[in-house]
């Protein structure tokens, strides 16, 4: 196999992909601090549900593309959860909820539009979003349990286990993904195919979001080692996006947190293993 034939190729792209997002989501956190993971959330959420309507082959297994985006949406939640804590993270989670009912509602309401002789792309758009409302509502149930879970589970296995970040990470968000394809695939797909190949694509989808989800590991170090730079502005407007490099919130933030964890302290950087 030559170089351009090994590129092209689909499992090429697919770990060039992963990469991609990981680095994105880093990038997005250190540039914009949280406000950068809830943009990415909604994002991610909006892009892995057109992304799921396209099939691939990959290492002999079919599967569907919107795993990465999708997947990588838990790396931001348990960033929010290790450097802000719990009410951080579940507000990213409504972030994403909220994006894909926005995104959902608007284009359907574009493809009622009846468009105009010259028009050329009512076909298309109706190709990738009008399917959407089945694809959609399977993603919200499935997104909203996985996500919940992962939140909780991340903060229960951090308390029970509080130093090792790759224990808590991994343990929270691999049992997430498998609740997330079991319902999505279930709410998306019964009726649509026969019982033995809702099991194929439960066994299939898992097994990439299981990789994706370990792969996330050391890109989650590099986050709450490394924390996000100081915003000066930030703390002057009062956004709360300051001094998250030292670990440190701001009153705003310690707030919010501990309201939210019935009197838990916030979290800062993370304890290495």
Same mark, same amino acid.
Request: glycine share 8%; no cysteine.
């Given at each position: 196999?030559?170089?351009? +034939? ?22 997005? =956190? ?46 931001? +939640? ?36 009846? &468009? ?36 909780? @589970?991340?903060? =229960?296995?951090?308390?029970?286990? &509080?130093? &090792? ?28 195919? &026969? ?38 502005? @930030? ?13 440190? +919130? ?9 309201? @939210? ?13």
């Amino acid at each position: 196999m030559d170089i351009m +034939t090994l590129v092209r190729s689909n499992e090429f792209l697919w770990i060039a992909m992963l990469l991609l997002n990981f680095v994105a989501i880093l990038v997005a =956190f250190r540039l914009f601090d949280r406000a950068g993971l809830y943009v990415w959330i909604a994002l991610a959420a909006v892009v892995a549900n057109m992304q799921v309507s396209k099939t691939i082959e990959l290492f002999g297994l079919t599967a569907t593309l919107g795993n990465i985006v999708y997947a990588g949406s838990f790396l931001a +939640t348990d960033i929010l959860s290790e450097r802000y804590g719990r009410h951080a993270a579940r507000r990213g989670v409504g972030v994403g909820f909220f994006a894909i009912v926005s995104v959902t509602v608007l284009m359907q309401l574009a493809l009622v539009f009846q &468009p105009a002789p010259s028009d050329t792309m009512q076909g298309s758009l109706a190709a990738v979003f009008g399917v959407l409302p089945r694809i959609a509502g399977a993603s919200l149930v499935a997104y909203l349990i996985s996500q919940r879970h992962d939140v909780w @589970a991340y903060h =229960f296995w951090r308390e029970r286990f &509080p130093g &090792p970040l790759w224990l808590r990470n991994n343990l929270s968000t691999i049992v997430s993904q498998l609740i997330d394809s079991v319902v999505f695939t279930l709410v998306a797909f019964v009726g649509v195919f &026969p019982p033995a190949v809702l099991v194929q694509i439960v066994i299939t989808t898992y097994l990439f979001k299981a990789i994706v989800a370990v792969a996330d590991t050391p890109f989650l170090y590099l986050a709450v080692r490394g924390g996000s730079h100081d915003r000066d502005a @930030a703390d002057a407007d009062g956004s709360g996006t300051g001094n998250a490099a030292s670990g440190q +919130t701001t009153d705003d933030q310690t707030t919010d947190d501990q309201t @939210a964890d019935d009197g838990t302290d916030t979290y800062g950087t993370a304890t290495d293993a």
